[in-house]
């Protein structure tokens, strides 16, 4: 028996210390951030960082946790501690998944396989994300180097052909993916201002659209648009010239050929046009069960009526998330909706919850209040921008070790057994 998670990263990092080393990675969250910001460019810093409108629901996410306080419990035997869960038939050592993040490629290019290599790393599940900024069979890839079946699973946007919605399930499926998540709050980009005020939209550039540029379908539906007569020309100007450049490097094939051909340009057009559904509803979420034989979870629920809708469908999941605030200004955080959700779904199927919990100590308090696991978005991605591969993976890894800390300094062995009664509302 180890000394568990918590303790084990205490001592790497006070041994490292003796030897005059200090982590490269922040282990406060507030300090991450700060730290991450320096590691990036201005486009990365307002696209990964930023919120939507006046930024209310990222400070409400963290708020909302601050109004629930552990309790602790004492003279209990909290040597042996047990941080792991089942879901949808995998053993999972913690209760954690790296939440699928789009346009990674801002911070460090080819984002996701460093992502992927640092979830394989440390046997969590990642959510390869339908905006990824490299395609899903490469991240497996460097995920089955690292570590043999490492658990995955893959994020849609359903876009406005179903056949490429089939050809990414497909794809999806043969590159191991254990649940299909499908992204329900994002049918159209929130207003975001630091995006806005920069001009900056990654997509335009063909950033995070690697899902896309390696898709069959997506190949068939371009090729299509590019062979139709050509509209307006394009406007020359030194930022169309950049951004021309951008796009063919982000496109599968060679600079040179990529700069002359339609192909890359239409393909830009294409993801924007398709990428999503507006008029989505429950009939065609009733059809994935057609679709795909794997578990499929919800993302983006947020009230106790979608969530019985969705356990009236069958569904296997949901995850009760705002998309870190970066959707609607002004929203429900998810914590307040976890505490409204959980006792309508109990136990029916199950809960993830994700926005703006960044520390241990947070996601105790979310399995506390009923979610099975928790999902990390933007702690990973500032890893990922100060030490790459290594970086994400400690950030997460940092999470893990102050949870299993927390679950055994407030007295309890085990996280499928917490429950509300280890907190007090404040
Ligand atoms: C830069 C960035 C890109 C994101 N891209 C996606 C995406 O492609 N698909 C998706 O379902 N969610 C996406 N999300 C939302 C995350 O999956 C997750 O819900 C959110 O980051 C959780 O909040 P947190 O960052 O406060 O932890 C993105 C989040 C960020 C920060």
């Given at each position: 028996?180890?000394?568990?998670?918590?303790?084990?990263?205490?001592?790497?990092?006070?041994?490292?210390?003796?030897?005059?080393?200090?982590?490269?990675?922040?282990?406060?969250?507030?300090?991450?951030?700060?730290?991450?910001?320096?590691?990036?460019?201005?486009?990365?810093?307002?696209?990964?960082?930023?919120?939507?409108?006046?930024?209310?629901?990222?400070?409400?996410?963290?708020?909302?946790?601050?109004?629930?306080?552990?309790?602790?419990?004492?003279?209990?035997d909290v040597s042996h501690r047990d941080?792991?869960?089942?879901?949808?038939?995998?053993?999972?050592?913690?209760?954690?998944?790296?939440?699928?993040?789009?346009?990674?490629?801002?911070?460090?290019?080819?984002?996701?396989?460093?992502?992927?290599?640092?979830?394989?790393?440390?046997?969590?599940?990642?959510?390869?994300?339908?905006?990824?900024?490299?395609?899903?069979?490469?991240?497996?890839?460097?995920?089955?180097?690292?570590r043999p079946g490492a658990p995955r699973?893959?994020?849609?946007?359903?876009?406005?052909?179903?056949?490429?919605?089939?050809?990414?399930?497909?794809?999806?499926?043969?590159?191991?993916?254990?649940?299909?998540?499908?992204?329900?709050?994002?049918?159209?980009?929130?207003?975001?201002?630091?995006?806005?005020?920069?001009?900056?939209?990654?997509?335009?550039?063909?950033?995070?659209?690697?899902?896309?540029?390696?898709?069959?379908?997506?190949?068939?539906?371009?090729?299509?648009?590019?062979?139709?007569?050509?509209?307006?020309?394009?406007?020359?100007?030194?930022?169309?010239?950049?951004?021309?450049?951008?796009?063919?490097?982000?496109?599968?094939?060679?600079?040179?050929?990529?700069?002359?051909?339609?192909?890359?340009?239409?393909?830009?057009?294409?993801?924007?046009?398709?990428?999503?559904?507006?008029?989505?509803?429950?009939?065609?979420?009733?059809?994935?069960?057609?679709?795909?034989?794997?578990?499929?979870?919800?993302?983006?629920?947020?009230?106790?009526?979608?969530?019985?809708?969705?356990?009236?469908?069958?569904?296997?999941?949901?995850?009760?998330?705002?998309?870190?605030?970066?959707?609607?200004?002004?929203?429900?955080?998810s914590i307040d909706a976890l505490t409204?959700?959980?006792?309508?779904?109990?136990?029916?199927?199950?809960?993830?919850?994700?926005?703006?919990?960044?520390?241990?100590?947070?996601?105790?308090?979310?399995?506390?209040?009923?979610?099975?696991?928790?999902?990390?978005?933007?702690?990973?991605?500032?890893?990922?921008?100060?030490?790459?591969?290594?970086?994400?993976?400690?950030?997460?890894?940092?999470?893990?070790?102050?949870?299993?800390?927390?679950?055994?300094?407030?007295?309890?062995?085990?996280?499928?057994?917490?429950?509300?009664?280890?907190?007090?509302?404040?």
């Amino acid at each position: 028996m180890t000394a568990g998670r918590g303790r084990e990263r205490q001592n790497e990092i006070y041994t490292a210390g003796v030897a005059g080393r200090v982590p490269r990675v922040p282990t406060n969250f507030a300090e991450l951030e700060r730290r991450a910001r320096k590691a990036m460019s201005e486009r990365a810093w307002a696209y990964i960082a930023g919120g939507a409108g006046e930024g209310r629901t990222m400070t409400a996410n963290r708020e909302a946790l601050g109004r629930w306080a552990i309790v602790p419990r004492i003279l209990r035997d909290v040597s042996h501690r047990d941080l792991s869960i089942d879901l949808f038939g995998a053993h999972l050592r913690a209760p954690i998944l790296f939440a699928p993040v789009g346009a990674g490629g801002l911070a460090l290019p080819e984002a996701d396989i460093h992502i992927g290599h640092a979830a394989a790393e440390l046997g969590v599940p990642y959510i390869f994300s339908n905006q990824g900024s490299a395609p899903m069979e490469s991240v497996a890839a460097e995920m089955d180097r690292v570590r043999p079946g490492a658990p995955r699973w893959f994020q849609l946007y359903w876009s406005t052909d179903d056949d490429l919605v089939d050809s990414l399930l497909a794809r999806a499926e043969k590159s191991g993916a254990q649940a299909i998540a499908v992204t329900l709050d994002t049918t159209m980009l929130g207003w975001r201002p630091q995006d806005l005020n920069l001009g900056s939209l990654p997509f335009a550039k063909a950033e995070g659209i690697a899902q896309y540029t390696s898709d069959p379908r997506f190949a068939e539906i371009v090729a299509e648009r590019a062979a139709a007569p050509a509209g307006d020309k394009p406007e020359i100007s030194l930022g169309a010239i950049k951004t021309l450049f951008s796009i063919a490097r982000s496109t599968p094939g060679a600079l040179l050929r990529n700069l002359v051909r339609p192909e890359p340009r239409v393909g830009v057009q294409t993801f924007l046009d398709i990428y999503s559904r507006p008029s989505l509803s429950w009939a065609e979420i009733e059809t994935l069960r057609e679709r795909t034989s794997l578990p499929i979870v919800l993302k983006g629920v947020l009230h106790p009526d979608d969530a019985r809708a969705a356990v009236g469908v069958g569904i296997d999941g949901i995850i009760v998330s705002n998309h870190g605030g970066r959707q609607i200004d002004g929203e429900i955080s998810s914590i307040d909706a976890l505490t409204d959700i959980a006792p309508v779904v109990d136990g029916r199927c199950k809960i993830l919850v994700d926005s703006g919990i960044y520390t241990g100590a947070d996601v105790f308090k979310a399995l506390a209040l009923g979610a099975d696991a928790v999902c990390i978005g933007r702690p990973h991605m500032y890893g990922l921008a100060i030490d790459g591969a290594a970086g994400a993976r400690d950030a997460v890894a940092n999470i893990i070790a102050e949870l299993d800390l927390t679950l055994g300094l407030a007295g309890h062995t085990a996280v499928s057994d917490l429950s509300v009664d280890a907190l007090r509302r404040v």
